[in-house]
């Protein structure tokens, strides 16, 4: 049920992901790692108080013995911190939620930390040191066989190098373009490489490409 939530909710369709966490019991072992998928398709989605309002509810949870369930609260209020804008308190949370990863012996918990990290360090000046952590949330990401994640923090890699201009700009468009046609991209990152893509074409004076983006 958590990956239904999780694959509805980042595909936009947040009505349908909403029903299916409402038949979840309120005892549910899955119930963290449900709401935690259901709080990232708000926040992507703009709407960050309701994504609060879900963290708030398990914060109770925090005090729990260590395990898996402790890292789905960290990594939501971390999410929402990241789109409230509040950079320090989601780094904070993040470090949280990377902690309770390691302690849980959880390899796709850390990729999910690594990732908020990167967006983190970027959004706050430290761009090097953001894209070195994306790469290694890439690298970990494939040696776990975890595909789709790997394609979307490569596609969310170019994105940056494109926004930030790290490298030619010609190539960069041509990187972006190129990474978010794949089918494995998730929508959100999709809608932000395309945005990124038509600003950067509408900036160089090429309105037939920014139209097309």
């Known amino acids: ?95 949280k939620a990377l902690g309770t990863a390691i302690e849980a012996a959880f390899p796709y918990a850390r990729v999910l930390t690594l990732d908020l990290l990167a967006h983190v360090f970027i959004q706050t000046g430290q761009v090097h040191a953001g894209m070195r952590l994306l790469g290694q949330a890439s690298d970990l990401a494939a040696s776990l066989g975890y595909r789709d994640n790997t394609v979307t923090l490569d596609t969310a890699a170019a994105v940056y190098r494109l926004q930030y201009l790290l490298d030619d700009l010609d190539r960069a468009c041509a990187d972006v373009r190129e990474a978010v046609a794949k089918p494995a991209v998730s929508f959100f990152t999709r809608r932000n490489g395309l945005v990124e893509l038509a600003t950067a074409r509408a900036l160089a004076g090429d309105a037939a490409g920014a139209k097309r983006a």
């Open 1 to 95: 049920m958590p990956t239904l939530i999780g694959a509805l909710a980042l595909s936009g369709r947040l009505d349908e992901a909403q029903s299916a966490f409402r038949t979840l019991p309120d005892d549910a072992e899955e119930l963290a790692q449900a709401r935690f998928f259901l709080v990232a398709g708000l926040c992507h989605a703009g709407h960050v108080r309701r994504a609060m309002r879900l963290v708030r509810a398990s914060l109770a949870d925090l005090g729990r013995p260590r395990g898996k369930r402790r890292f789905w609260i960290w990594q939501g209020l971390a999410l929402v911190r990241y789109f409230e804008g509040r950079f320090a308190r989601a780094r904070a949370a993040a470090r």
